[in-house]
Structures are given as structure tokens and as C-alpha cells.
């Protein structure tokens, strides 16, 4: 008969206790992002731990890498392609190696406001958006808003000629290189991390940003100048890897789902008042100058980008385009 010695018995045992930890180890949910933590999506993430931490105690852990601490934005989306981050929410212009479709968000004066904008993320197709990468494995859980950019520089921005040579540091997207381009200005594209340095330096000389982000990367410390042009929009998808959380067991899903949506909401309630909040801070700091357009000058800037539309109107698609602009008029 077969025999079990100690050994085998001690080894067969610690295996089981092995197994049983395992079984009960929570998952680990890495959430990596380059903003700073009093940003929207900064806020967004830790509330995303807190309330999936008390709501799935002992099943979920949610490790938030604020500020590029674990991935920079060149990294983070082939990060979360190899499993070695479960949750980012790049800005909408760094999508385009992914889907052209989601360019559409970076075309220049699209949408007259974020009210606008969130209109357009709620309609059938800004949802449809959402679903535009499922073939690369990745799936949309939602839109976060930041806010509608500005322009910042070394020198005062009035009108399109005042832009005329200066260096921009863009974000990873054509349709913003084009946008320069259009004003006969000079995109850079640059990682979000190495901005403060880039325009310190002058290696750029200006840049466009929601108030959220000139204000917590302190470039306004940096930039003389800030036209309030609104002229874009810098808004978030909320991303994970497809078979990771199609992988994730159903009540655990179902939950985070559910919480996607309430922080999806609150994100999108704090937003503009986080953004008009570091405006002030910003006005206080006495670092630059507020530049107001008159409604003739925002048309110049408006006729001298929005030429950048039928250059990218095959890639994103006319009738998505058309959608847009008719979130403008409700
Ligand atoms: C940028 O690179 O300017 C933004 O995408 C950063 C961010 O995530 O808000």
C-alpha cells in the first residue's frame, strides 16, 4: 500500500495553505495616470480606490501611480496591453495609434463648451466611441471630462499672427500638429511628464492645457501669457484591458462596473468647478496675464484652425463629425 512519509504529507499540506491564500488574495488593480492628484482625473482615481476598497474589502486592491510614477504617457497604454496596469485614463488625443475616430475630440472649436462635449460622450454615438478598440483588446468604461484648453506662451496671443513661429508643445496627435500648423506655428510633440522643463527651457514656447493641469504643473510660473481661447477640449477615456476584466469573477465585475459609473459622475460634476477654481489660483499668483478674446478674435483663431477638419474628415468620419456639432445646439 502506498505509504505517505511526513515529508510528502508537510509538502502536500503547504501546498493547500498555499492554494487557500491564493484563493483569497485580492485582486490588484493598478491605476496608473501622468496628472497630478488635484486634478480631475487625479481625484477620480483615488475615488475610485475608495470606494472599490470599502465596497469589495478583501476581493479588490486599488493601487492608484499618480503624476507618471509608474508609467509616462508614452508607456502606459502598451502597459496596459501586457497586463502590467489594469486601469488608465489617457487624454482623448492619445488614442490615435489605437482608432482614428476618437481624433475627433481634438478637432479645434468642434464644440462650443464642455456642456457640449458631455452631451455629445452621452449620445448613442459618443457611446459607441467607447467600444471603438474592443478588436485591440481594450474597453471604454466611460469618458472623464478635464476641460476645454487655453492657450498658453511666452508672449501675448491676441490673434492667430501673434502665434506665427512660436514652438507648441502638443500632445501625441496629428489633428493638433495640423492645428499649429494652420496658425503657421510650430507642434512639438512632447511627453507630458517633460512639459514644465520643456517651456522653462524654451525648447517650447507655449502650450495648450485646461487650467487643472497649467495650474498643477505650475507652467503658468512659466508662461507669461494665457489666452482664454477654449478653443479644445481635454477630456479622458476611462480604459482597461478587455480580457482582463471580462476575466474578473461576475459579483466583482458587477460591482466595479457600478462604481465606474458613480465616479464616472462625480468626475464630471467636480470638473469645471476644480478647473475655475485653479483659474483664481492662478489670477492670485499674479504669474501671468488673462488674456480675454473679443468674439471677432475667437472667430480668426475659429477660420484659422478649423481647416484642420477636412484633412482628418475621412479618417474620423463625416457623419461622426456632423453628431458632434449637433450636441452644440440642444
Ligand atoms: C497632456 O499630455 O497634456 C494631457 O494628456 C495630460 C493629462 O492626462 O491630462
Given at each position: 500500500m502506498f505509504k505517505l512519509t511526513a515529508k510528502a504529507v508537510a509538502c502536500a499540506?503547504?501546498?493547500?495553505?498555499?492554494?487557500?491564500a491564493q484563493a483569497a488574495d485580492p485582486i490588484v488593480i493598478k491605476f496608473s495616470h501622468v496628472v497630478a492628484e488635484h486634478t480631475p482625473?487625479?481625484?477620480?482615481?483615488?475615488?475610485?480606490?475608495?470606494?472599490?476598497e470599502e465596497r469589495l474589502a478583501g476581493k479588490v486592491k486599488v493601487e492608484v501611480y499618480p503624476n507618471s510614477s509608474l508609467f509616462g504617457d508614452g508607456k502606459e497604454m502598451e502597459a496596459l496591453l501586457l497586463g502590467d496596469v489594469q486601469l488608465i485614463a489617457p487624454s482623448l488625443a492619445k488614442f490615435e495609434q489605437y482608432t482614428k475616430q476618437v481624433q475627433l475630440f481634438d478637432l479645434p472649436f468642434l464644440f462650443t463648451d464642455i456642456q457640449a462635449v458631455d452631451r455629445f460622450q452621452r449620445s448613442a454615438q459618443g457611446q459607441g466611441?467607447?467600444?471603438?478598440?474592443?478588436?485591440?483588446?481594450?474597453?471604454?468604461?466611460?469618458?472623464?471630462?478635464?476641460?476645454?484648453?487655453?492657450?498658453?506662451?511666452?508672449?501675448?496671443?491676441h490673434e492667430p499672427k501673434d502665434a506665427r513661429g512660436l514652438k507648441f508643445r502638443v500632445q501625441a496627435s496629428a489633428v493638433l500638429e495640423e492645428q499649429f500648423k494652420a496658425i503657421r506655428a510650430n507642434p512639438r510633440k512632447m511627453s507630458f511628464a517633460e512639459v514644465y522643463q520643456g517651456l522653462q527651457t524654451g525648447v517650447v514656447n507655449g502650450a495648450e492645457n485646461p487650467?487643472?493641469?497649467?495650474?498643477?504643473?505650475?507652467?503658468?510660473?512659466?508662461?507669461?501669457?494665457?489666452?482664454?481661447?477654449?478653443?479644445g477640449v481635454l477630456d479622458y477615456m476611462l480604459i482597461t484591458n478587455t480580457s482582463f476584466w471580462s476575466g474578473l469573477p461576475a459579483d466583482v465585475r458587477g460591482e466595479l462596473d457600478k462604481i465606474v459609473v458613480e465616479v464616472t459622475a462625480e468626475v464630471?460634476?467636480?470638473a469645471d468647478a476644480l478647473n475655475q477654481a485653479d483659474k483664481q489660483r492662478i489670477i492670485?499668483?499674479?504669474?501671468?496675464?488673462?488674456?480675454?478674446?473679443?468674439?471677432?478674435?475667437?472667430?480668426?483663431?475659429?477660420?484659422?484652425?478649423?481647416?484642420?477638419?477636412?484633412?482628418?474628415?475621412?479618417?474620423?468620419?463625416?457623419?461622426?463629425?456632423?453628431?458632434?456639432?449637433?450636441?452644440?445646439?440642444?
Open positions: 499540506l503547504s501546498f493547500a495553505i498555499a492554494g487557500l482625473k487625479g481625484q477620480g482615481a483615488l475615488l475610485f480606490k475608495k470606494l472599490a466611441l467607447l467600444k471603438a478598440m474592443e478588436s485591440k483588446n481594450i474597453t471604454g468604461l466611460g469618458y472623464w471630462h478635464n476641460g476645454m484648453k487655453q492657450l498658453s506662451a511666452n508672449k501675448a496671443l487650467w487643472s493641469n497649467i495650474y498643477s504643473q505650475k507652467m503658468h510660473e512659466v508662461q507669461p501669457f494665457i489666452t482664454e481661447s477654449n478653443h464630471n460634476k467636480q492670485d499668483a499674479k504669474t501671468s496675464e488673462i488674456i480675454s478674446l473679443t468674439p471677432e478674435q475667437r472667430t480668426l483663431w475659429r477660420d484659422a484652425m478649423k481647416p484642420v477638419w477636412t484633412k482628418f474628415e475621412g479618417d474620423i468620419g463625416a457623419d461622426l463629425i456632423k453628431a458632434a456639432e449637433a450636441a452644440n445646439a440642444q
